[in-house]
Protein backbone atom coordinates (compact mmCIF):
# COMPACT_ATOMS: atom_id res chain seq x y z
CA UNK A 1 0.00 0.00 0.00
CA UNK A 2 1.37 3.55 -1.25
CA UNK A 3 0.05 6.20 0.56
CA UNK A 4 0.34 9.57 -1.21
CA UNK A 5 2.72 11.91 -0.45
CA UNK A 6 1.18 14.89 -0.29
CA UNK A 7 -0.70 12.84 2.30
CA UNK A 8 2.09 10.59 3.78
CA UNK A 9 3.91 13.92 4.88
CA UNK A 10 0.24 15.18 6.49
CA UNK A 11 -0.23 14.62 10.66
CA UNK A 12 -3.41 15.11 12.50
CA UNK A 13 -4.07 18.26 13.95
CA UNK A 14 -2.34 18.99 17.29
CA UNK A 15 -5.40 20.21 18.93
CA UNK A 16 -7.70 17.38 17.66
CA UNK A 17 -5.04 15.59 18.68
CA UNK A 18 -5.04 16.01 22.12
CA UNK A 19 -8.45 16.16 22.78
CA UNK A 20 -8.13 12.45 21.26
CA UNK A 21 -5.69 11.28 24.10
CA UNK A 22 -7.80 12.49 26.31
CA UNK A 23 -11.05 10.63 24.60
CA UNK A 24 -9.04 7.90 25.09
CA UNK A 25 -7.94 8.30 28.49
CA UNK A 26 -11.89 8.62 29.48
CA UNK A 27 -12.59 5.70 27.57
CA UNK A 28 -9.93 3.78 30.00
CA UNK A 29 -12.12 4.49 32.53
CA UNK A 30 -10.09 7.98 33.84
CA UNK A 31 -11.13 11.43 34.97
CA UNK A 32 -9.44 13.63 33.02
CA UNK A 33 -10.49 18.08 32.86
CA UNK A 34 -9.90 18.97 29.56
CA UNK A 35 -8.87 22.68 28.72
CA UNK A 36 -7.45 21.09 25.62
CA UNK A 37 -9.47 22.76 23.26
CA UNK A 38 -12.66 24.57 24.06
CA UNK A 39 -15.85 22.70 24.01
CA UNK A 40 -18.98 24.63 25.57
CA UNK A 41 -20.63 23.10 28.32
CA UNK A 42 -24.00 25.01 27.22
CA UNK A 43 -26.31 22.98 24.56
CA UNK A 44 -27.14 24.30 21.18
CA UNK A 45 -29.78 27.19 21.43
CA UNK A 46 -33.08 25.03 22.06
CA UNK A 47 -34.71 26.86 19.10
CA UNK A 48 -31.89 25.00 17.34
CA UNK A 49 -32.69 21.82 18.75
CA UNK A 50 -36.54 22.30 17.91
CA UNK A 51 -36.27 23.16 14.44
CA UNK A 52 -34.14 20.16 13.94
CA UNK A 53 -36.27 17.60 15.57
CA UNK A 54 -38.90 19.27 13.55
CA UNK A 55 -37.09 19.39 10.36
CA UNK A 56 -36.17 15.10 10.79
CA UNK A 57 -39.75 14.40 11.73
CA UNK A 58 -41.78 16.75 9.12
CA UNK A 59 -39.84 17.30 5.91
CA UNK A 60 -38.01 15.43 3.01
CA UNK A 61 -34.84 16.48 3.34
CA UNK A 62 -34.18 16.33 -0.22
CA UNK A 63 -30.51 17.18 -1.45
CA UNK A 64 -30.11 20.81 -1.68
CA UNK A 65 -28.05 22.88 -4.33
CA UNK A 66 -24.18 22.43 -3.00
CA UNK A 67 -23.49 26.07 -1.72
CA UNK A 68 -26.77 25.80 0.21
CA UNK A 69 -30.60 26.06 0.33
CA UNK A 70 -31.50 29.19 -1.46
CA UNK A 71 -34.17 30.25 1.57
CA UNK A 72 -31.03 30.15 3.95
CA UNK A 73 -28.51 31.56 1.66
CA UNK A 74 -31.07 34.67 1.80
CA UNK A 75 -31.13 34.32 5.55
CA UNK A 76 -27.42 34.90 5.84
CA UNK A 77 -27.17 37.43 3.11
CA UNK A 78 -29.20 39.40 5.77
CA UNK A 79 -27.30 38.18 8.66
CA UNK A 80 -24.08 39.76 7.14
CA UNK A 81 -25.79 42.96 5.80
CA UNK A 82 -27.33 43.39 9.54
CA UNK A 83 -24.59 41.90 11.57
CA UNK A 84 -21.45 42.47 9.47
CA UNK A 85 -22.38 45.71 7.25
CA UNK A 86 -21.07 43.13 4.79
CA UNK A 87 -23.17 43.87 1.32
CA UNK A 88 -23.34 40.43 0.17
CA UNK A 89 -25.98 38.77 -1.85
CA UNK A 90 -27.34 35.14 -1.81
CA UNK A 91 -24.98 33.95 -4.71
CA UNK A 92 -21.96 35.09 -2.44
CA UNK A 93 -22.87 32.76 0.35
CA UNK A 94 -21.75 29.14 0.26
CA UNK A 95 -22.54 26.87 3.45
CA UNK A 96 -19.91 24.81 4.74
CA UNK A 97 -19.37 21.54 6.96
CA UNK A 98 -18.05 24.61 9.55
CA UNK A 99 -15.41 26.63 9.31
CA UNK A 100 -12.86 24.37 8.54
CA UNK A 101 -14.28 23.07 5.34
CA UNK A 102 -14.37 27.16 4.19
CA UNK A 103 -11.39 27.37 5.02
CA UNK A 104 -9.75 24.62 2.63
CA UNK A 105 -11.97 25.86 0.12
CA UNK A 106 -11.27 28.87 0.28
CA UNK A 107 -7.73 28.59 0.21
CA UNK A 108 -8.00 26.18 -2.76
CA UNK A 109 -9.39 28.37 -5.06
CA UNK A 110 -6.85 31.75 -4.18
CA UNK A 111 -3.75 29.61 -4.78
CA UNK A 112 -1.89 26.91 -6.68
CA UNK A 113 0.86 24.93 -5.01
CA UNK A 114 3.93 26.57 -4.13
CA UNK A 115 1.94 30.37 -3.58
CA UNK A 116 2.60 32.20 -0.30
CA UNK A 117 0.36 32.91 2.49
CA UNK A 118 0.43 35.17 5.60
CA UNK A 119 -0.18 33.66 8.77
CA UNK A 120 -0.13 35.80 12.37
CA UNK A 121 1.78 33.95 15.38
CA UNK A 122 0.19 32.39 17.23
CA UNK A 123 -2.00 30.71 15.26
CA UNK A 124 -5.46 28.14 14.94
CA UNK A 125 -2.73 25.03 13.53
CA UNK A 126 -5.98 23.82 10.71
CA UNK A 127 -4.01 27.52 8.75
CA UNK A 128 -1.11 25.86 9.14
CA UNK A 129 -2.19 22.43 8.17
CA UNK A 130 -4.58 23.05 5.53
CA UNK A 131 -1.96 25.48 3.81
CA UNK A 132 0.68 22.64 4.13
CA UNK A 133 -2.16 20.13 2.23
CA UNK A 134 -2.25 22.62 -0.78
CA UNK A 135 1.70 22.88 -0.64
CA UNK A 136 1.79 26.52 -0.13
CA UNK A 137 4.60 28.77 1.69
CA UNK A 138 3.61 29.93 5.12
CA UNK A 139 5.00 33.07 6.49
CA UNK A 140 4.61 33.11 10.15
CA UNK A 141 4.59 36.97 11.20
CA UNK A 142 4.47 37.50 14.86
CA UNK A 143 1.07 38.83 15.78
CA UNK A 144 1.53 42.56 16.61
CA UNK A 145 0.12 44.19 19.90
CA UNK A 146 -0.99 47.00 17.41
CA UNK A 147 -1.55 46.69 13.40
CA UNK A 148 0.38 50.29 12.58
CA UNK A 149 2.19 51.09 9.18
CA UNK A 150 5.34 50.08 10.76
CA UNK A 151 4.30 46.28 11.14
CA UNK A 152 2.49 46.19 7.41
CA UNK A 153 5.62 48.46 6.11
CA UNK A 154 7.87 44.97 7.22
CA UNK A 155 5.75 42.59 5.69
CA UNK A 156 6.66 40.07 2.65
CA UNK A 157 4.31 40.23 -0.61
CA UNK A 158 1.94 37.28 -0.41
CA UNK A 159 -0.99 35.42 -2.31
CA UNK A 160 -3.13 35.67 0.66
CA UNK A 161 -3.65 37.15 3.92
CA UNK A 162 -5.18 34.95 6.82
CA UNK A 163 -6.36 37.10 9.67
CA UNK A 164 -8.41 35.42 12.46
CA UNK A 165 -10.49 38.41 14.08
CA UNK A 166 -11.02 37.61 16.95
CA UNK A 167 -7.61 36.28 17.36
CA UNK A 168 -7.39 32.40 18.85
CA UNK A 169 -5.70 32.50 21.08
CA UNK A 170 -4.93 35.72 22.43
CA UNK A 171 -8.46 37.14 22.20
CA UNK A 172 -7.27 40.12 20.18
CA UNK A 173 -9.87 41.84 18.64
CA UNK A 174 -8.75 44.00 15.44
CA UNK A 175 -9.64 48.15 15.87
CA UNK A 176 -11.18 49.89 12.93
CA UNK A 177 -7.69 51.44 12.41
CA UNK A 178 -6.06 48.62 12.39
CA UNK A 179 -8.64 46.66 9.81
CA UNK A 180 -8.88 50.24 7.80
CA UNK A 181 -4.90 49.78 7.25
CA UNK A 182 -4.66 46.50 6.48
CA UNK A 183 -7.50 46.88 3.67
CA UNK A 184 -5.20 49.86 2.07
CA UNK A 185 -2.16 47.75 2.56
CA UNK A 186 -4.07 44.61 0.82
CA UNK A 187 -5.16 46.99 -1.94
CA UNK A 188 -1.50 48.13 -2.60
CA UNK A 189 -0.21 44.81 -2.23
CA UNK A 190 -2.63 42.48 -4.61
CA UNK A 191 -2.49 40.72 -1.58
CA UNK A 192 -6.18 38.32 -1.28
CA UNK A 193 -7.69 37.73 2.09
CA UNK A 194 -9.13 35.21 4.35
CA UNK A 195 -10.41 36.53 7.51
CA UNK A 196 -12.07 33.86 9.96
CA UNK A 197 -14.43 35.54 12.37
CA UNK A 198 -15.61 32.69 13.96
CA UNK A 199 -15.26 33.89 16.92
CA UNK A 200 -17.29 37.14 16.12
CA UNK A 201 -20.81 36.69 19.01
CA UNK A 202 -17.91 36.09 22.06
CA UNK A 203 -16.87 39.80 22.07
CA UNK A 204 -16.06 40.40 26.04
CA UNK A 205 -14.50 44.29 25.27
CA UNK A 206 -14.62 46.23 22.89
CA UNK A 207 -16.79 45.75 19.28
CA UNK A 208 -16.13 43.42 16.70
CA UNK A 209 -15.98 45.01 13.34
CA UNK A 210 -15.68 42.76 9.56
CA UNK A 211 -12.89 43.36 7.55
CA UNK A 212 -14.76 42.92 4.59
CA UNK A 213 -16.96 45.90 5.90
CA UNK A 214 -14.19 48.50 5.93
CA UNK A 215 -13.37 48.06 2.06
CA UNK A 216 -14.39 47.14 -1.73
CA UNK A 217 -14.45 43.29 -0.25
CA UNK A 218 -15.18 41.94 -4.07
CA UNK A 219 -12.12 43.92 -5.25
CA UNK A 220 -9.86 43.19 -3.11
CA UNK A 221 -11.11 39.50 -2.50
CA UNK A 222 -11.91 39.24 1.00
CA UNK A 223 -13.16 35.62 1.44
CA UNK A 224 -15.13 36.12 5.19
CA UNK A 225 -15.51 32.67 7.21
CA UNK A 226 -18.73 31.85 10.05
CA UNK A 227 -19.06 29.08 12.10
CA UNK A 228 -22.18 28.80 14.39
CA UNK A 229 -19.34 26.09 16.53
CA UNK A 230 -18.13 28.87 18.69
CA UNK A 231 -20.79 31.54 18.88
CA UNK A 232 -23.73 28.87 19.42
CA UNK A 233 -22.06 26.37 21.07
CA UNK A 234 -22.59 24.08 18.13
CA UNK A 235 -18.93 22.45 17.93
CA UNK A 236 -20.37 18.85 16.52
CA UNK A 237 -23.14 20.21 14.11
CA UNK A 238 -20.28 21.19 11.77
CA UNK A 239 -22.10 24.29 10.76
CA UNK A 240 -20.31 27.45 9.24
CA UNK A 241 -20.71 29.55 6.06
CA UNK A 242 -18.51 31.54 3.90
CA UNK A 243 -19.25 35.01 1.84
CA UNK A 244 -17.13 35.88 -0.66
CA UNK A 245 -16.78 37.50 -4.58
CA UNK A 246 -19.47 35.40 -6.44
CA UNK A 247 -16.55 33.79 -8.95
CA UNK A 248 -14.58 32.57 -5.66
CA UNK A 249 -18.04 31.49 -4.10
CA UNK A 250 -18.91 29.43 -7.37
CA UNK A 251 -15.19 27.87 -7.39
CA UNK A 252 -15.75 26.50 -3.90
CA UNK A 253 -18.89 25.02 -4.87
CA UNK A 254 -17.09 22.94 -7.73
CA UNK A 255 -14.63 22.20 -5.04
CA UNK A 256 -17.02 21.21 -2.28
CA UNK A 257 -19.48 19.43 -5.01
CA UNK A 258 -17.78 15.96 -5.08
CA UNK A 259 -16.62 15.58 -1.74
CA UNK A 260 -19.78 16.64 0.90
CA UNK A 261 -22.06 18.38 -1.94
CA UNK A 262 -24.21 20.41 0.50
CA UNK A 263 -23.87 19.99 3.99
CA UNK A 264 -26.53 17.69 5.87
CA UNK A 265 -29.61 19.28 5.23
CA UNK A 266 -30.63 18.58 9.04
CA UNK A 267 -27.43 21.10 9.57
CA UNK A 268 -28.65 23.62 7.62
CA UNK A 269 -31.59 24.05 9.31
CA UNK A 270 -29.73 24.06 12.22
CA UNK A 271 -27.30 26.82 10.67
CA UNK A 272 -30.21 29.34 9.78
CA UNK A 273 -31.82 28.76 13.37
CA UNK A 274 -29.06 29.33 15.20
CA UNK A 275 -27.86 32.58 13.33
CA UNK A 276 -31.59 33.89 13.73
CA UNK A 277 -31.41 33.06 17.85
CA UNK A 278 -30.24 35.71 20.06
CA UNK A 279 -28.34 33.02 22.46
CA UNK A 280 -25.19 33.88 22.21
CA UNK A 281 -25.35 36.60 25.26
CA UNK A 282 -26.06 34.10 27.46
CA UNK A 283 -22.31 32.08 26.82
CA UNK A 284 -20.45 36.03 27.00
CA UNK A 285 -22.54 36.43 30.90
CA UNK A 286 -20.72 33.15 31.55
CA UNK A 287 -17.54 32.67 29.94
CA UNK A 288 -16.58 36.05 31.29
CA UNK A 289 -17.77 35.04 35.21
CA UNK A 290 -15.54 31.60 34.09
CA UNK A 291 -12.65 33.61 32.51
CA UNK A 292 -12.59 36.20 35.75
CA UNK A 293 -12.58 33.46 38.47
CA UNK A 294 -9.05 31.11 36.34
CA UNK A 295 -7.53 34.73 35.89
CA UNK A 296 -8.09 35.33 39.93
CA UNK A 297 -7.01 31.81 40.24
CA UNK A 298 -3.74 32.11 38.92
CA UNK A 299 -2.89 35.76 40.27
CA UNK A 300 -0.72 34.98 42.59
CA UNK A 301 1.35 32.66 40.40
CA UNK A 302 4.59 34.75 39.59
CA UNK A 303 5.82 32.06 36.64
CA UNK A 304 2.59 32.88 34.21
CA UNK A 305 1.56 35.85 32.64
CA UNK A 306 -2.14 36.30 31.24
CA UNK A 307 -3.93 39.39 29.66
CA UNK A 308 -7.30 39.61 30.25
CA UNK A 309 -8.73 38.72 26.81
CA UNK A 310 -11.28 41.10 24.91
CA UNK A 311 -12.66 37.96 23.28
CA UNK A 312 -12.97 33.97 22.86
CA UNK A 313 -12.90 30.95 25.55
CA UNK A 314 -9.43 31.05 25.93
CA UNK A 315 -6.71 31.92 28.16
CA UNK A 316 -3.16 32.01 26.79
CA UNK A 317 -0.53 32.76 29.38
CA UNK A 318 2.92 33.04 29.04
CA UNK A 319 4.91 30.50 31.49
CA UNK A 320 8.36 31.03 30.26
CA UNK A 321 10.13 31.99 33.33
CA UNK A 322 9.75 28.04 33.91
CA UNK A 323 12.31 27.97 31.63
CA UNK A 324 10.96 24.38 30.59
CA UNK A 325 9.65 22.46 27.57
CA UNK A 326 5.79 23.56 27.41
CA UNK A 327 4.98 20.00 25.65
CA UNK A 328 6.81 18.55 28.52
CA UNK A 329 4.55 20.16 30.82
CA UNK A 330 1.62 19.36 29.07
CA UNK A 331 2.38 15.77 29.21
CA UNK A 332 3.49 15.58 32.61
CA UNK A 333 0.33 17.68 33.74
CA UNK A 334 -2.18 14.96 31.72
CA UNK A 335 0.19 11.94 33.01
CA UNK A 336 0.45 13.46 36.92
CA UNK A 337 -2.50 15.54 37.64
CA UNK A 338 -4.91 14.09 34.52
CA UNK A 339 -5.17 17.58 33.13
CA UNK A 340 -5.42 18.68 29.55
CA UNK A 341 -4.16 21.87 28.00
CA UNK A 342 -2.46 22.63 24.95
CA UNK A 343 1.31 23.76 24.90
CA UNK A 344 1.90 26.93 22.72
CA UNK A 345 4.16 24.61 20.45
CA UNK A 346 0.78 23.61 18.22
CA UNK A 347 -0.08 27.03 18.03
CA UNK A 348 3.38 28.37 16.91
CA UNK A 349 4.95 29.76 20.36
CA UNK A 350 6.58 27.61 22.40
CA UNK A 351 6.87 28.88 26.13
CA UNK A 352 2.96 29.01 26.45
CA UNK A 353 0.29 27.51 27.37
CA UNK A 354 -3.95 27.63 26.38
CA UNK A 355 -6.33 26.86 28.78
CA UNK A 356 -9.58 26.29 27.13
CA UNK A 357 -12.12 27.13 30.48
CA UNK A 358 -15.82 26.99 29.10
CA UNK A 359 -16.31 23.03 29.31
CA UNK A 360 -16.92 22.12 32.68
CA UNK A 361 -18.98 22.73 35.72
CA UNK A 362 -17.22 25.68 37.92
CA UNK A 363 -16.28 23.46 40.62
CA UNK A 364 -14.37 21.00 37.78
CA UNK A 365 -13.23 24.40 36.09
CA UNK A 366 -11.42 25.29 39.14
CA UNK A 367 -10.03 21.91 40.14
CA UNK A 368 -7.94 21.92 36.78
CA UNK A 369 -6.50 24.90 37.42
CA UNK A 370 -5.77 24.56 41.06
CA UNK A 371 -4.02 21.32 39.62
CA UNK A 372 -2.09 23.59 36.98
CA UNK A 373 -0.98 26.16 39.71
CA UNK A 374 0.32 23.10 41.89
CA UNK A 375 2.48 21.50 38.72
CA UNK A 376 3.69 25.06 38.03
CA UNK A 377 4.17 26.36 41.47
CA UNK A 378 6.14 22.98 42.28
CA UNK A 379 7.75 23.45 39.01
CA UNK A 380 9.01 27.04 39.67
CA UNK A 381 10.28 26.47 43.34
CA UNK A 382 12.30 23.30 42.09
CA UNK A 383 10.41 20.55 43.40
CA UNK A 384 9.49 18.78 40.44
CA UNK A 385 11.37 18.45 37.33
CA UNK A 386 10.18 17.94 33.70
CA UNK A 387 11.50 14.37 31.17
CA UNK A 388 12.61 16.61 28.45
CA UNK A 389 14.84 19.85 28.91
CA UNK A 390 13.67 23.30 27.90
N1 LIG B 1 -11.70 29.22 13.55
C1 LIG B 1 -10.95 29.21 14.67
C2 LIG B 1 -9.81 30.16 14.79
C3 LIG B 1 -11.24 28.33 15.71
O1 LIG B 1 -10.47 28.31 16.80
C4 LIG B 1 -12.35 27.48 15.61
C5 LIG B 1 -12.72 26.53 16.71
N2 LIG B 1 -11.70 25.78 17.18
C6 LIG B 1 -13.11 27.54 14.44
C7 LIG B 1 -12.76 28.40 13.42
C8 LIG B 1 -14.32 26.68 14.27
O2 LIG B 1 -14.16 25.80 13.24
P1 LIG B 1 -15.40 24.89 12.81
O3 LIG B 1 -16.48 25.82 12.36
O4 LIG B 1 -14.85 24.04 11.72
O5 LIG B 1 -15.81 24.10 14.02
Known amino acids: MQISQRMAAARPLATTAMHGRVEALQAAGEAVIDFSIAISHFDA ?11 ALHTRLAYTSVSGA ?18 AQPHEIIVTNGAKQALYEALSVLTDPGDTVIVLCPYWPA ?24 FLAALPLAHVFILNNPHNPSGKVFSADELGLLAAWLGEHDCAAIVDESYEKLIFEGRHLSLASLADWRALCIVTLFSASQSYAMMGWRAGFAVAPGAVVQAMENLQGPITAAPSALTQVALGAAFASAESAALVADYRIRRDL ?28 LGCNTVAFADQLLAQYKVALMPGDALGRPGWIRIGYIGDDLATLQRGVAAVLAFGNALHAGAATLALPA
Open 70 to 87: AALRQQLAAKVRHDNAID
Open 127 to 150: YLATAQLLGLKVILVDLPDRLDAA
Open 45 to 55: PEAVRRSVADA
Open 294 to 321: VLQQLAPAAWIKMHCPDSGPYLWGDVRA
